[in-house]
Nanobody
């Protein structure tokens, strides 16, 4: 059974930091590209960052220079270090595991991040 479990969300003031974790099981983690998405109320889910199986990374323009995605293939976990947080970063953050186009994606349940002004 595949499981993705996010943690690390919470309430933080503007300018603060949080580190999100997404622990996985049931997949060959090292072979998957891992994404972090977020969804604010009334908004579409948007891709924040991803890291490939080779640890190449990519970021949305809105978080470049502030967020860092990383992975630990021993712990089967992907992280999102979020610095200099802004109120507009408030959202539910989800991790997603994807590999080949003919395979399903796997999603976590989400973790709430709230940035107060």
């Amino acid at each position: 059974q595949v499981q993705l479990v996010e943690s690390g969300g919470g309430l933080v003031q503007t300018g603060g930091s949080l580190r999100l974790s997404c622990a996985t099981s049931g997949i060959i983690f090292s072979s998957y590209t891992m994404d972090w998405y977020r969804q604010a109320p009334g908004n579409r889910r948007e891709l924040v960052a991803f890291i490939t199986s080779r640890s190449n990374t990519n970021y949305a323009d809105s978080v470049k220079g502030r967020f860092t995605i990383s992975r630990d293939n021993v712990k089967n976990t992907v992280y999102l270090q979020m610095n200099s947080l802004k109120p507009e970063d408030t959202a539910v953050y989800y991790c997603n595991a994807r590999r080949f186009s003919n395979e399903p994606n796997y999603w976590g349940q989400g973790t709430q991040v709230t940035v107060s002004s």
